[in-house]
């Protein structure tokens, strides 16, 4: 399994902008965001194909997030912009799914980061 190191979350105020940054130990062929925020269930956020760069995303994110990978780093990024406090939760990057890539079966998964939006 490859590792995951998940970095750039942190206290933002609404209507502001983050960018999360997930490090890959290798080389990796599909990953994705999901975050968690207290008494909720995981909820995809966006996933990325590496090879084409092909995209997809969740709800909450169409339209304010960008997810983007650097092959040459092994690294993606979640640029988040006109956040709101409903954004705030701990955000997972994780890689190489096993089924959908909408779905939290990913081989690979990252501690987590904070996000907090405050009003």
């Known amino acids: 399994q490859v590792r995951l190191e998940e970095s750039g979350g942190g206290l933002v105020q609404a209507g502001g902008s983050l960018r999360l940054s997930c490090a890959a130990s290798?080389?990796?062929?599909?990953s994705a965001w999901f975050r968690q925020a207290p008494g909720k269930d995981r909820e995809f956020v966006a996933a990325?194909?590496?090879?084409?760069?092909?995209?997809w995303y969740g709800n909450p994110a169409k339209g304010r997030f960008t997810i983007a990978r650097d092959n040459a780093k092994n690294t993606m990024y979640l640029q988040m912009n006109s956040l709101k406090p409903e954004d705030t939760a701990v955000y997972y990057c994780?890689?190489?799914?096993?089924?959908?890539?909408?779905?939290?079966?990913?081989?690979?998964w990252g501690r987590g980061t904070q996000v907090t939006v405050s009003s």
């Open positions: 994780a890689a190489e799914a096993g089924g959908r890539l909408e779905e939290p079966t990913y081989s690979s």
């Open positions: 290798g080389r990796i062929s599909s």
């Open positions: 990325i194909r590496w090879g084409g760069g092909d995209t």
